[in-house]
């Protein structure tokens, strides 16, 4: 048992760029599928192409009415999702490639959810206005996660990891070259990435409108006391932008049979929570920044 419960801790992110859903609920689960395919021939990269699975398997159900099975599928897929991440930091058998695809199905999953339900109430309702509500609930939900993932990428790259702080940060857009020499299925998703990528960090850099001067600047020199005395409270709040919260929100409303609050929910309160994580976000740069050039 305490040998389990290590293996466990080793399978873990680390608490402060997680999202608390993952930490609380999926992970103490998830972490049984690791048990079952940890000394098997599975791979990461596999427990992802199940999770996407059952993500579009519960798309499809939720497009045809099917609810409650479309809320096992999803379920499962969540559980699977983070068991795929533990799997791969036990076994040390994580790649990049394995985290492109992780992140590039992860916003497909929940983009085909959210078409899928709003899509579900136009046959029911014949509401032709429920089809722009969809499509800018799932933008929106997209720019959350773009979000999550641009702070949560920088914060580990100065915090969480020994690399050398003269190179340039993971927050930067990655080169063309990541997709040069690849071929079938990992040249497409890569490719993916790189304009992913680059479409997220046009939306995010919106963010330093309040705030001109981003925190590559200080990449050279990056004083990390002061930078997780600084950001460490804000990557807190990102931590709620993050897919599986996104994906929860989802399951409670499902669960209190009130999924006509979904567009309230994605489309007023989020943006809200969103607006004033992007002002604290730039509140702690400047102090950063101040603290930094004394």
């Not at 969809?134 to 959350?144: A, D, E, K, N, R």
């Not at 040249?187 to 680059?198: A, G, R």
């Not at 960090?201 to 330093?208: A, D, E, G, I």
């Not at 994580?277 to 102090?287: D, E, T």
Request: aromatic share 14%; net charge positive.
């Amino acid at each position: 048992m305490r040998k389990i419960f290590k293996d466990y801790k080793s399978s873990l992110k680390s608490s402060k760029v997680e999202e608390p859903i993952n930490t609380f609920l999926y992970r103490p689960l998830a972490h049984l599928i690791v048990l079952l395919t940890r000394n098997t021939p599975v791979t990461p990269n596999q427990l992802t192409v199940v999770s996407f699975t059952f993500s579009m398997t519960s798309a499809f159900l939720f497009l045809f009415g099917n609810i409650q099975l479309g809320l096992v599928f999803l379920l499962l897929r969540q559980f699977f999702d983070c068991a795929d991440g533990q799997l791969s930091r036990l076994t040390k058998k994580g790649t990049k490639y394995g985290a492109v695809l992780d992140q590039i199905t992860d916003t497909i999953g929940i983009t085909s959810i959210i078409t899928a339900i709003y899509l579900n109430q136009l046959f029911s309702t014949n509401n032709i206005l429920i089809v722009p509500l969809g499509l800018i609930s799932g933008v929106f939900v997209t720019i959350h996660i773009m979000y999550y993932d641009h702070f949560k990428a920088s914060y580990e790259y100065y915090v969480l990891t020994n690399s050398d702080k003269n190179r340039e940060p993971f927050t930067s857009v990655p080169p063309s070259s990541i997709y040069t020499g690849k071929k079938g299925l990992a040249k497409i998703f890569l490719y993916l990435y790189y304009n992913f990528f680059i479409a997220g960090m046009f939306l995010v850099r919106l963010s330093y409108i309040l705030h001109p001067e981003p925190i590559q600047k200080y990449s050279k020199n990056i004083h990390l006391d002061i930078y997780k005395k600084k950001l460490t409270f804000p990557m807190r709040l990102w931590s709620f932008f993050g897919p599986s919260t996104h994906y929860t929100a989802i399951i409670i409303l499902i669960l209190l049979n009130r999924l006509d609050f979904m567009t309230d929910l994605f489309l007023i309160y989020s943006n809200i929570a969103l607006l004033a994580a992007i002002i604290i976000q730039n509140i702690q740069y400047r102090s950063f920044a101040r603290a930094v050039s004394r």
